[in-house]
């Protein structure tokens, strides 16, 4: 026995004196022992130990570098995020043009919306502006904190007659995006956190459909039964049934804290954020 836990000491021993011997890059969902190369504007260059070849990882994506000699470098977050604890901060959402500000971060999906003025003389960023709440309000919903716009279009109102008819089409702003976000949920904190439980009762209900700028809030009792939990390129799902939603197997949790969990999914255009009580 002695002579076991001796070396199993060794053991520990020598796989600490090897981490001491080179950085660790600290994403926002793994930790990197490596030899940092380079940090760029956009990139932390990195070789792994006894390796030539040359990786890379976003900047975006880094929380700290802990060096060999012990310094540590810590990266602030994105300048360009801000905190989106549920749907109702859906203000927080950021919209971007750059896409290098959305690099490294985790993709929810796309997302997109359509504005129209009430009358032809609707102006264009007025129009817009409603386009973008759209916008924000399905990125909340979907868990996300962050929008990379892909499709801009706009067109200003006209008219044109014949005939003695006359014939007017309004402002209108349409909207395509990438939907990110800053933060990636853990799987082993989130089943830590409902424990053993297979069922759980809704608070509160909410959909929206995108032609609107106001989310649909309501009381709920739905039940939802649990069978799985699984992680999939960072995106957390609960396979299942959801009372309401008889069709749909899978849900993907969109956040989550001490109480509750939000969960959401779609359905012929609309988009549904249920609050479930852990």
Known sequence: MKTLAFLLTSFLLSVSFCMAQVDTVYTH????????KEITPEFVKYSFPGEELINTVYKNAVQKIVFKSGREEI?????????????????????TLEKNEVNGFLKLGEASSIAQGNTMFSALNQVEDRAQKRLK???????????YITQNEATKASSWGSNNVRYSKPTESFLTGMVYSTDVLDINKFKARIGGKTEFSAVESANFTGTTTSIRVYPSKRILKLRSIKEENGLLTIEGSLEGASKHKAFRVASFD?????????????????????
């Open 258 to 278: 001490e109480e509750f969990f939000h969960i959401f999914y779609e359905d012929k255009g609309t988009a549904y954020n249920i609050k479930m009580k852990i």
């Open 75 to 95: 990266f602030a977050p994105s300048a360009h995020s801000k905190k989106v604890a549920n749907l109702h901060a859906f203000e927080n959402v950021t919209i």
């Open 29 to 36: 969902t793994s930790k990197i022992p490596c030899v940092v």
């Open 137 to 147: 309000i399905f990125a909340a919903m979907m868990g996300g904190n962050l929008v």
